[in-house]
């Protein structure tokens, strides 16, 4: 890893999701969950971003970046998604808590879903318009899995609000290549999302955050 100071050299260019206007990040942690991660739909690639997220989540507490941790949470009445899964992320079990090497600290939000999208009857909208004393977040950092699924689907919903997004391309994955790759070319595509290593985002961050 760069040091702080090797950063700030090397981060000479500035990306248009990280202008001196646009301060206000939030960073979105997607269903990093023990369900998702090592039980009933374990994805054993995901076990590669962990210390890539929490990498960016250190970064982000130092900083003063607010971390939202958007997790299911289901009922047995969600049949739409039970039925096409299997029962997951069950309110109430082990299954359904963050994993251990990613625990939320004191200052982190965590947003329960019942559908693939964060925003979709959840309270993240207003948590993220209340931040920065009401000021509003205008750029997320999205990582966690899925990127074809809950990633994708959360996009949708940030790009109707007008948010800029970025996706942090080794701090998200998919059940396979073929889906994280197409996730990726999708939500650049069709909603003009960034996507970047997540050492890139902090070199990017530490210009605009210090």
């Given at each position: ?56 989540l250190d970064f982000a507490r130092n900083a003063q970046i ?145």
């Amino acid at each position: 890893m760069l040091s702080i100071l090797e950063r700030k050299i090397s981060s000479t260019k500035v990306l248009s999701w990280c202008e001196k206007n646009l301060a206000r990040y939030a960073i979105l942690v997607l269903d990093m969950l023990n369900d998702f991660i090592k039980g009933s739909l374990k994805c054993e690639r995901a076990l590669e971003i962990i210390p890539n997220i929490r990498t960016l989540l250190d970064f982000a507490r130092n900083a003063q970046i607010p971390i939202f941790y958007c997790v299911d949470e289901h009922l047995p009445t969600d049949r739409y998604e039970l039925d096409l899964w299997g029962p997951h992320a069950m309110k109430g079990t082990v299954g359904q808590q963050i994993i251990e090497e990613l625990k939320p600290l004191k200052n982190d939000s965590v947003i329960t879903k019942r559908t693939y999208s964060a925003f979709d009857r959840t309270n993240l909208d207003r948590a993220l318009t209340s931040a920065y004393d009401g000021k509003g977040v205008d750029t997320i950092i999205i990582t966690g899995i899925h990127t074809h699924i809950c990633a994708k689907h959360t996009s949708y919903d940030a790009f109707t609000r007008g948010l800029k997004i970025v996706i942090a391309e080794d701090g998200m994955q998919a059940f396979s290549e073929e889906e994280h790759l197409s996730g990726l070319e999708y939500i650049r595509k069709i909603y003009g999302a960034d996507i970047q290593k997540i050492d890139k985002i902090i070199d990017f961050l530490l210009v605009n955050t210090q």
